[in-house]
């Protein structure tokens, strides 16, 4: 008789874009089970419904990437619905282009003048009291993949692939994580990790390994000192009767004396119809966690996470394991180098 061969068990913490990517290409070869803190799946990503409308929980979130690795697995969750996202920025009274092009410049004396009203004080009010130490990039086009400060035209993402899901990421993430083991309202910590790994319950203690896709600081509760990061708030409102309220799809407010960073009009994003529509106002909001500020300082913090001995490997993977600004396609990358290593 044919012995079967015990398939490795591997635990994902978290069910963010990085997670469900892993869980998705690790389940062709491996017995996959994800915990996720929350009560769903989608991490920043989670879409919502709002007065009918779809909307996403954490700011806007368009899909670009150059990569046709990502976009042959996104293909494969529903793909994308072309969309070319524009912004605006709310300066002077006025909505003027951005990034700066050539079309900003009329509104200002020159790029230094536009690089002072529009981009240095959003960098303050997205960073607060970090605004010295913050990389300039994440407000910066460059940072985005555009290339320089002035551009030839209005589009916000210059990559080969850019666009919507064209079934909701709520779907798409539905069929990714298709004959995974998915546990929410689950957080998983190191303490978790040692008492999964010592108990005699045997559904605990069976994971070969564990991909932690959260903060390593709080996994490792907190011992060598806290990963600095900022985050945002958000408050949507529903206007009945207005078919649309912006040009765009984002408008950015950089003016200090306006307490938000940015509006997000979702009806433009998800190309729904209806009478009426949803602004989301995005606030900073110092005390959450989206961006890293990954400065040396919190550099030296991470290195000391990452030399930590564990009984069992653990690998750190997307924006928050690796604390480093990553956008979807970027947190795709991560997850399918992980998947190839462990699939060799
Ligand atoms: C306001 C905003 C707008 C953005 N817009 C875009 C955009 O337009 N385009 C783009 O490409 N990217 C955008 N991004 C970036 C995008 O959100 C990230 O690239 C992506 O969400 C990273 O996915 P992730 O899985 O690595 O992390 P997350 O989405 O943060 O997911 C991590 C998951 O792990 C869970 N978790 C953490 N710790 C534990 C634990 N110990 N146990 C169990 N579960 C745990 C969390 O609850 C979460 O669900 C935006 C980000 C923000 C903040």
């Known amino acids: 008789m044919k012995k079967s ?96 092009n050539t079309e900003t410049l009329k509104h200002f004396k020159d790029d230094k003048e536009a690089l002072k009203e529009m981009m240095k004080p959003y960098h303050e009010k997205r960073w607060g009291k970090f605004k010295d130490k913050a ?37 798409w993430f539905k069929k990714a994580l298709q004959g995974v083991e998915v546990v929410t309202q689950r957080p998983f910590v190191y303490n978790d990790m040692e008492r999964d790994i010592r108990s005699p319950m045997p559904e605990y ?14 996994f490792f509760n907190g011992e060598y000192g806290n990963l600095e990061a900022v985050g945002s708030s958000f408050h949507n409102i529903y206007i009945p009767n207005k078919r649309k309220y912006y040009p765009v799809a984002v408008v950015n407010f950089p003016e200090k004396e306006i307490p938000y960073l940015r509006v997000a009009e979702y009806k433009t994003l998800y190309n729904q119809r209806g009478n009426g529509t949803v602004l989301q106002f995005e606030y900073p909001d110092y005390q959450l966690r989206f961006y890293p500020l990954n400065d040396e300082a919190n550099q030296k913090i991470y290195a000391k996470y990452m030399k930590k001995k564990t009984k069992k490997k653990i690998i750190f993977a997307g924006r928050q394991g690796k604390y480093k600004y990553m956008n979807m396609s970027e947190a795709m990358e991560d997850a399918i180098e992980i998947a190839k290593r462990l699939m060799k």
């Open 5 to 100: 061969v015990r398939k490795k068990k591997i635990l994902i913490a978290g069910a963010g874009i990085t997670g469900i990517t892993l869980a998705y290409l690790l389940k062709k070869k491996f017995d996959v089970t994800v915990y996720e803190q929350m009560w769903e799946v989608g991490g920043l990503c989670v879409q919502d419904t709002y007065y009918g409308y779809d909307i996403n929980r954490y700011g806007p979130h368009i899909f670009y990437t150059n990569k046709p690795e990502v976009m042959d697995i996104i293909r494969k969750w529903g793909g994308l619905r072309p969309y070319t996202h524009k912004v605006l920025s709310f300066v002077r009274g006025k909505l003027v282009p951005y990034p700066i």
């Open 135 to 171: 990389p300039l990039p994440h407000v910066h086009p460059i940072k985005h993949g555009c290339g320089s400060h002035i551009m030839p035209k209005d589009n916000f993402f210059e990559h080969r692939w850019q666009g919507m899901p064209a079934i909701g990421y709520r779907e």
């Open 205 to 218: 203690n069976v994971f070969d390994l564990y991909i932690v896709t959260g903060y390593p600081d709080r």
